[in-house]
């Protein structure tokens, strides 16, 4: 169910200021569906960087930054696209922290968002095609593209000693472009992957899917799939036919749910998920312990939805302006500077840096920097799991 939830509301005016004016912003992504045990922590952690912007009274005209939930379902292009339409033509947002998932983000981008000239500042969606897809300047990811996880994860297989790799994905938008990128990632280094099978979530049953996996064999099953999904049945069948007892992970399979679902048989396995180990990443993970409404800054895209509301924010701050087409094109700016280093908890502080007319550089949270076509350059973290537990390794 799509909610209206108003971030914190500061009140306080700027000379010359008449009176406040609430600025509505959207957050799309699927507080139902195949990530929904991540999306609570995604979404608390934006309006979050919102209640701060409003606290500190520092926006100019008065600004008020108000949340506007909807719920894009990950998996559902049009049920994402009436969210987001009912967001522009309803609710009157001026942006869009969203979407989330790959293939819902391009059928919004394609069907509101350029049609209606809104801003979408997508924290999760990774699939190489967006990269290259038609956005007129609208559309920006604080989350790296899937072809450089490929790369991460073919040099974490080889390193490990891996030979041979089963590789199922989902049957979605994020699981071909992931699992095109390991595949080849993986061969060019001299692996070789003795299956590339989709599966589809939503299904009660993956024997099939596991038989077929299993007859092919690998020193391993890489798992493309989403953790409250089609991933987790797969694993979950595999283990329960012996076909294969480790698993690599990726983002999509990353997540508290997980190994709280599979239990200690989950031990042992291995992969990587978009994460920074920036100097802003051990703040904002303080900050959403202490705040009103907490949220975990470690849980995969939180820091970069945090990092995508600050965006937005601050690009308006610097053009004076709530029209997407005239802050839309400050966002490489204020991400990639040159300026004063801005981190997590210092939006108000950029915002008065801004008025007085001096550059920053936002790293955020996540260590920002876009690049190419408005993208995070991208770290990430190697972990093991441990006791049920993300361990990290180290950062890449």
């Known amino acids: 169910m ?16 008449a009176s406040a004016e609430d600025v509505k912003i959207g957050i799309l992504i699927g507080f139902t569906g195949p990530i929904e045990s991540l999306t609570g922590h995604m979404a608390n952690a934006a309006e979050a960087a919102m209640a701060e912007v409003n606290a500190s009274g520092k926006a100019l005209n008065g600004w008020n930054f108000v949340s506007v939930r909807g719920d894009s379902t990950c998996v559902d292009s049009a049920a994402a696209t009436t969210a987001a339409e009912k967001m522009v033509t309803s609710d009157g ?27 979408m500042v997508s924290p999760s969606a990774t699939s190489p095609a967006l ?11 604080t989350a790296p593209s899937d072809a450089r996880e490929g790369e991460v994860m073919g040099d974490i297989l080889v390193e490990k000693g891996v030979k041979s790799i ?12 992931l699992a095109e990128s390991i595949a080849a990632a993986f061969t060019a280094k001299g692996g070789t992957v003795t299956i590339n099978a989709a599966h589809e979530d939503g299904k009660s049953d993956y024997s ?6 299993a007859a092919a064999g690998g020193d391993l099953l890489v798992v493309a799939g989403y953790l409250d999904q089609g991933g987790k049945g797969i694993i979950q069948a595999s283990l329960d036919s012996g076909a294969f007892t480790q698993f690599g992970l990726p983002g999509g399979m ?13 031990d042992g396995s291995y992969g990587q998920v978009a994460q920074s180990d920036s100097a802003g990443a051990a703040i904002l993970a303080e900050m959403g312990k202490a705040a009103a409404t907490p949220y975990d800054a ?36 204020i991400a990639n500077g040159p300026g004063e280093q801005i981190l997590p908890g210092q939006l108000g502080k950029a915002l008065e ?28 973290k190697q972990f093991e799991v441990k006791g049920g537990v993300y361990e990290t390794v180290q950062f890449r």
């Open 93 to 119: 947002v001026k942006g869009i922290i969203g979407g989330d998932c790959s293939g819902v983000t391009g059928a919004v981008l394609q069907n509101v968002a350029r049609p209606n000239g809104i801003v």
């Open 208 to 213: 099939a899917e596991v038989a077929a996996l």
């Open 353 to 380: 840096l801004i008025a007085a007319g001096t550059a920053i550089d936002y790293d955020g949270a996540s260590g920002v920097m876009l690049v190419g076509a408005g993208e995070s350059a991208g770290r990430y």
């Open 298 to 333: 470690t849980s995969p895209y939180t820091m970069e939805s945090y990092d995508a509301a600050a965006l937005i924010m601050l690009a308006m701050q610097a053009t004076n302006s709530t029209d997407p087409k005239v802050y839309g094109p400050k966002i490489m700016d």
């Open 254 to 266: 990353v997540g508290d749910s997980l190994p709280l679902a599979i239990g200690p048989a989950l």
């Open 2 to 17: 799509k909610k209206l939830l108003l971030a914190s509301a500061a009140t306080a005016l700027i000379a010359g200021a």
């Open 131 to 141: 990269s290259t897809a038609e956005d007129d300047g609208l559309f920006f990811r």
């Open 166 to 177: 089963a590789l199922t994905y989902s049957n979605s938008d994020y699981g071909k472009g």
